[in-house]
């Protein structure tokens, strides 16, 4: 069977527009972000504590920025608790964002000064923008600021 001359540019071009319009429609989908790893804390004083930040997530993948940091704080009990315990069941008690950050491995200084809290466990979490929270940080004992 012969195609009149008319048809057969016209098949062409209709198998071109659906081979184009085939992809995926609409913007691509962003990857989840993964979580931080947890950043490397010291007390450098009785009220101060150095924070270096991470450099890399979960995942190994180099880490582009982190959107802020938060100190959490936990009352004194029983038993010295788990990073996670203190970042589950605490409370923020600082929290510093960018611009104030440096770039990942940079190292930050944090003024505690004005934290008046009773004796108790500290944990420091970065955290990236979406409000990803990264890993928390070794648990630092907060002794009374009475002291």
């Avoid at 659906?18 to 947890?38: E, T, W």
């Amino acid at each position: 069977m012969r195609l009149p001359r008319l048809a057969k540019p016209l098949f062409v071009f209709t198998l071109g527009i659906l081979a184009v319009h085939c992809g995926r429609k609409g913007d691509p989908i962003p990857r989840p972000r993964a979580p931080a790893r947890a950043p490397e804390v010291r007390m450098t004083g009785m009220r101060t504590v150095t924070v270096t930040l991470p450099t890399r997530d979960i995942q190994g993948s180099v880490l582009v920025g982190v959107d802020q940091l938060r100190v959490i704080y936990l009352p004194l009990g029983l038993a010295r608790p788990t990073p996670e315990e203190v970042f589950s069941r605490g409370q923020v008690v600082l929290d510093r964002r960018r611009p104030d950050l440096p770039d990942p491995g940079g190292t930050v200084v944090l003024d505690l000064h004005a934290l008046h809290r009773p004796a108790g466990w500290l944990t420091v979490v970065a955290v990236r923008v979406g409000e990803v929270p990264g890993e928390p940080s070794a648990v630092l004992p907060w002794l009374d600021p009475a002291l």
